[in-house]
């Protein structure tokens, strides 16, 4: 089963200054993995998802990730970072439910994104 | 644009108090999930359903209940309230199953059992 490591709990940048979150899986077989971010006292929002079309992945509010199978990693970037910015960042991989057989979100611990002005 | 809303925002139980938490959406969603959230953690999957009148448990089912009469509402219901269901609960659907499918989530609901 696909399964993945946010290898930051906590990333701290200056506002202007690029981001970095650092998601890596652990399946060669990876069907899709998406990027979801909580912003404080909110509900989570897809981010961007891949789902094998494109490894070069554009989300929302100038974010973008690339899956590369050399390096089994799937990091999120975006250029400059804003205040808006800041928020709980977490690398999802879906996972199959033996009893349904349907696929299901598993939510690790994410990454908490801190923005400085 | 409703997406999916969930009621109460907030509530204080005490132990051994019994409460639904109520969820509907309004995109015709046939999947919808229940996940709780406990302080500086990630999600677990307490409930979902594949479709109306079809439910199975995730994770961490335990001390919860769920029914699915309609496509639109999913409500998730908490008996003899225990302090370690104190946590943030969210709603969500999806068109189908997360393969590949975005999950909508609702804003939380806010459980504190004392």
């Known amino acids: 089963a696909q399964s993945v490591t946010q290898l930051d709990s906590h990333v701290s940048v200056s506002e202007g200054t690029p981001v970095l979150l650092r998601c890596n899986y652990s399946?060669?077989?990876?069907?899709?993995l998406f990027w979801y971010v909580q912003h404080p006292n909110k509900g989570l929002q897809l981010l961007l998802k891949?789902?094998?079309?494109?490894?070069l992945v554009k989300g929302i509010n100038g974010f973008e990730a690339e899956f590369k199978k050399s390096e089994t990693s799937f990091h999120l970037t975006k250029p400059s970072a804003h205040m808006s910015d800041a928020a709980e960042y977490f690398c999802?991989?879906?996972?199959?439910?033996?009893?349904?057989?349907?696929?299901?979100?598993?939510f690790g611990k994410g990454t908490k994104l801190s923005v400085i002005p | 644009n409703a997406g999916v809303t969930q009621t109460p925002k907030f509530r204080i139980l005490k132990i051994g108090q019994s409460m639904t938490l109520q969820c509907a959406q309004d995109?015709?969603?046939?999947?919808m999930y229940w996940y709780r959230q406990d302080p500086g953690m990630g999600l677990k999957l307490i409930y979902y359903?594949?479709?109306?009148?079809?439910?199975d448990k995730g994770e961490v089912p335990n001390g919860y209940n769920v029914s699915r009469s309609t496509t639109e509402d999913f409500p998730l219901r908490l008996e003899l309230a225990a302090p370690s269901q104190t946590s943030v609960y969210f709603c969500a659907s999806s068109p189908q199953g997360a393969l590949g499918n975005t999950i909508y989530f609702g804003e939380g609901s806010w459980l504190t059992v004392v």
């Open positions: 999802v991989p879906p996972r199959r439910d033996s009893g349904a057989g349907s696929y299901q979100l598993t």
């Open positions: 891949y789902t094998s079309a494109a490894t």
């Open positions: 399946s060669s077989y990876s069907p899709s």
């Open positions: 359903s594949v479709g109306a009148g079809i439910t």
């Open positions: 995109m015709n969603h046939n999947y």
